[in-house]
């Protein structure tokens, strides 16, 4: 049984459609074509695998962003979040390293960066994954 949904990699859209950087700004940002294939691929070959082999759910604590979101937030790959391809993810009963480790040994992850409090994972359903990993 499916622990994530895709929403939940939007919390930004959960109400009215729109992130709270359009909301603000009067913009209307839609997500742009196969977001949600995207974030589908993650879920599945990342998340779900993960959060299994830790045995706890993993929080999401940002997915897919919009151009006005993406643009206001200081971390260096923002265009796979964009696309949907990328979470920002914390540990709710593990430590940040240890679930990176898990990611890292399951192997299906285009970008891994731990940092003190999440770690950013990315999944590419095209183009190929080049496993690289930043601490």
Do not use: W
């Amino acid at each position: 049984m499916k622990k994530y949904k895709i929403t939940d990699l939007i919390p930004c859209y959960r109400t009215e459609g729109r992130c709270e950087g359009c909301k603000l700004a009067g913009a209307v940002s839609r997500m742009p074509f196969n977001v949600d294939e995207n974030m589908e691929a993650l879920i599945t070959e990342v998340l779900e695998p993960a959060s299994e082999k830790l045995g706890q759910k993993i929080e999401v604590i940002s997915g897919f962003r919009c151009p006005l979101e993406n643009a206001r937030n200081q971390e260096g790959n923002m265009i796979q979040h964009a696309k949907g391809e990328a979470a920002d993810v914390a540990p709710a009963g593990c430590t940040v390293e240890e679930l990176a480790r898990v990611i890292e040994e399951l192997g299906k992850f285009d970008e891994l960066i731990v940092f003190p409090t999440y770690v950013h994972v990315s999944y590419r359903r095209q183009g190929g994954n080049k496993k690289e990993v930043k601490r």
